[in-house]
Every structure is written in C-alpha cells, then in structure tokens.
C-alpha cells in the first residue's frame, strides 16, 4: 500500500498496518532473519518479528524498486532513477546492522534510467529501457546479454527467474504494447499465454514455491500456472459437415470418416469445421487447405467455413486447423476423398485410342501394297490426324498449368498440323506412286 507495510491474515481476509512508510519493494532475508525495504527513495531493514527498524542505509538517494540477494549476505538494488546499488550486510545486532553500501551506476555500460536486476542460476541479469544485460560481478561491470532479437529493444520494467531456467517479464515497446512472459535460451520471448490480460501495466511479477506466477496490474491480480496452460492447449479442430454441389450432405459430423469416390461433375464441396475450449473465452481463428490442390495454408481467420469450386479429378485431403486466444494450434482435422475422371480422360480410354492408332496404321501398310494407293494415302492421312489429336490430349493438360489456362500447345498443334498436311500430301502421293511403277515393273 501507499501508506505502509500490512500483514494480512489468510484465513480471515483481514489485514493491519505494521509499518508506516512508502513502500515499492521489500524482501526477506533467512540468512540474517531480516526485511529489507525498498523505499521511495532509501532502503530500511526492519526486524521481521516486531517490525522496528534496525537500520536507515545511508547514500540511497533513489527509489528502490527491486531488491535481489545472491544468499550470502549480499544484495544488489534497482531503481527507475538513474541508480544501481551493491548492499553488503554484515552482523545484525539489536543495537544495529553493519553494512556496506556502493554506488555501481557508472559501472554500468549503457544508457538506462531503469535498473531491473534479477538471479539467473549465478548469473546477474539487468532489465532496462533497452533489453537484457549480464551484470559481470568480479568485474563489476554490465555487458549486452546475447538474447532473443525480440527483446533488445523492449523496456523491461519486471523481471523474475524460476527454478525451471526461465525468465518470466513483463515489457512494453515503443508504442507501449504490454507483453508478459517467459523467456529461455531455448524457446526465446513466449508471451502469448499472457495476453487477455495484456492491457495494463504489470506491477508485481513473481513465482511463489509451487511454480505459479502471480501477476497485479491495474485490472486485478491473476495466477498463472504453466503446467495448467500446457495441457489445456491441447485441443481438437473438428470437421463437422461436408456439403456436396450446395446441397447433398456428404459427411455429418461424427467419428467414422468416410472416404467418398465422387464423380467428376460432384466437384463442388464445402467444409464446415469448428473448435472450442471452455477456458479460452474468445473465438477462434481458423486455417485450412485442400492437399492435393493447395501446397500451403489459407491466412488465419475467424471464418469456420471453405468452399472449393470445379475441383479437378484426383485424391484429396482437406485439412483444418485452429488456433486460441494464446495462440497454441490446435491438432489438424483432415477429410479424404476423391473425384473420377471423366470417361474421355481414363486409362481405358487412352488405351482404345492407341489400339485405333495401331489399327489405322496396320491398314495403312496394308493398302499401301499393289495399286491400292488411294486408299493408303486417305489412311495415313487419319492416322497423321489422329495422332496429332492424341498428343494434344495426351500433353495439353500439362502445358496448360504452365500458360495460365490460355491454349497455347493446342493452337500451335493445329498451326504445325495445318502447314504439314499439304506438304505430307505429296510427299506420300510421290512415295506411292514410285512404289506402285516398281511393282508394275
């Protein structure tokens, strides 16, 4: 509180004041059996039994806002002031506390007006206005900690470490975008988990002994539990109707997925799916794609519904997916069918049209002997015909993909066919012709 220390009493709800000052930090200390106090500006340490002050620290001209001991008697002090202070405690006596106080502000390598220091394992970490710095303490000087990109330029004004190796923040941007959360050398800057309540300045970050972090702001005073978070963020996308040519319902829901052979002219569907937590509390936002049409996501959005027009002939699989107001995604929901191919496009048909080409072209040799040299030259002329069409058929698709849907393969077939019929005509009528004064002879 503004006006003092309160000891509150957990069972009753109640609370009284056992000190009055204008407090913005405090600590106990086991070692000493102490309570260091972060003041406005100044340090007291009091006697955690009677609350009286055992010692006013002399040369603190700042506000104190975070107070961290290394377990050994030594603590280092932040501000918000341009200030940075080493306390070293030495006997604690009734009649007094000897000490020893420096001023570490010049030792510092950067320009910060906020000093946020914090345990890391033995390292010393400083949070300021610019990101994380290592705080050297034999050389007793600060160095730019090698750290997550997203942080170098965050104004960290909370900063807490727990016993898992991670870093729990609190930081604001230039625009003052609050983000709270965790940071470790292998996940990097999560804060997502945090942001529902994203809205307000944090003003007391800390870890109690059963890992929870407990987080005040302006809005209230919330408890996180990690271990809660990430078993509730596993949770399903489900696909709850598929609808065939706008109306014949194909898949209602349920657990048994069929996978439907469809017929070319059934090629257009459309997918309803949805998700949903009860501790979310906001909607959901949705992705999806067709594997087999699409090669990546659709863009995340709240729409729960995809329609696909003139699919193609081929094996499909329509995915889903979500994500919550934490941004965890959800497992993929997947449908798997697939569409035939019209008649004129199976492997029967291909295969009828070789055995014709192959017919044509028996005939062809056929006629072609004696003087039976009309009748060869009208069948080599189908043939030649013939075969132009199947390697249209046979090609065109492919080509297609390319030119964007315009005919450019097939215009420029029937150019080459047109421009060689003429040519071939005489060619062959030349062939037969000789071949038939041979026979004769």
């Known amino acids: 509180m503004n006006d003092g220390m309160y000891e509150v009493d957990l069972k009753t709800s109640s609370s009284r004041?056992?000190?009055?000052?204008?407090?913005?930090?405090?600590?106990?200390?086991?070692?000493?059996?102490?309570i260091l106090l972060g003041l406005d500006p100044g340090v007291q340490i009091l006697d955690p039994t009677s609350m009286e002050v055992l010692a006013d620290i002399e040369g603190v001209e700042a506000p104190i806002r975070k107070i961290v001991g290394d377990g050994k008697g030594t603590y280092w002090l932040g501000s918000i002031a341009d200030a940075f202070y080493r306390l070293t405690i030495g006997e604690v006596t009734a009649e007094g506390v000897q000490y020893e106080l420096v001023d570490l502000w010049e030792n510092l390598k950067f320009e910060s007006s906020v000093v946020e220091p914090v345990f890391f394992g033995d390292s010393l970490l400083l949070g300021t206005n610019y990101g994380l710095s290592y705080f050297d303490q034999i050389e007793q000087e600060s160095t730019k900690l090698v750290q997550d990109s997203l942080l170098d330029s965050l104004y960290i004004h909370r900063l807490i470490s727990d016993e898992r190796g991670a870093l729990w923040l609190s930081t604001a941007n230039d625009d003052n975008r609050i983000r709270t959360g965790k940071w470790s050398a292998k996940g990097g800057f999560q804060y997502?988990?945090?942001?529902?309540?994203?809205?307000?300045?944090?003003?007391?970050?800390?870890?109690?002994?059963?890992?929870?972090?407990w987080v005040g702001n302006a809005n209230g005073l919330y408890v996180f539990d990690e271990r809660d978070f990430e078993v509730s963020n596993i949770f399903n996308t489900h696909i709850r109707r598929v609808r065939l040519n706008q109306k014949e319902v194909l898949f209602n829901g349920g657990y048994e997925r069929p996978k439907p052979v469809l017929n070319f002219n059934q090629n257009d569907l459309?997918?309803?799916?949805?998700?949903?937590?009860?501790?979310?509390?906001?909607?959901?936002?949705?992705?999806?794609?067709?594997?087999?049409?699409?090669?990546?996501?659709?863009?995340?959005?709240?729409?729960?519904?995809?329609?696909?027009?003139?699919?193609?002939?081929?094996?499909?699989?329509?995915?889903?997916?979500?994500?919550?107001?934490?941004?965890?995604?959800s497992k993929i929901a997947s449908f798997a069918f697939s569409i035939s191919p019209p008649w004129y496009e199976t492997g029967w048909y291909y295969l009828g049209q070789a055995l014709v080409f192959l017919i044509l072209i028996g005939l062809t040799l056929y006629f072609s002997r004696g003087s039976a040299n009309r009748y060869s030259e009208a069948l080599i002329l189908i043939t030649i015909i013939t075969l132009f069409e199947f390697v249209i058929l046979a090609i065109e698709p492919y080509v297609d993909n390319y030119a964007n849907g315009v005919p450019l393969f097939k215009l420029g077939m029937n150019i080459i066919l047109a421009l060689s019929l003429n040519p071939m005509e005489r060619f062959l009528r030349n062939l037969f012709k000789k071949r038939t004064t041979q026979s004769q002879a």
């Not at 945090?194 to 809205?199: A, K, L, R, T």
Request: proline share 5%.
């Open 192 to 213: 997502n988990m945090f942001e529902p309540i994203s809205d307000a300045f944090v003003r007391c970050l800390e870890v109690d002994q059963q890992g929870r972090v």
């Open 270 to 329: 459309e997918f309803s799916f949805s998700s949903f937590r009860v501790m979310d509390g906001t909607p959901h936002n949705y992705s999806y794609r067709l594997k087999g049409l699409e090669e990546s996501w659709s863009d995340c959005n709240k729409i729960s519904e995809a329609r696909f027009n003139n699919i193609p002939p081929g094996k499909y699989v329509f995915m889903a997916k979500s994500k919550n107001m934490y941004e965890a995604e």
């Open 17 to 34: 004041l056992v000190h009055e000052c204008y407090p913005w930090t405090c600590m106990y200390d086991s070692l000493n059996d102490i």
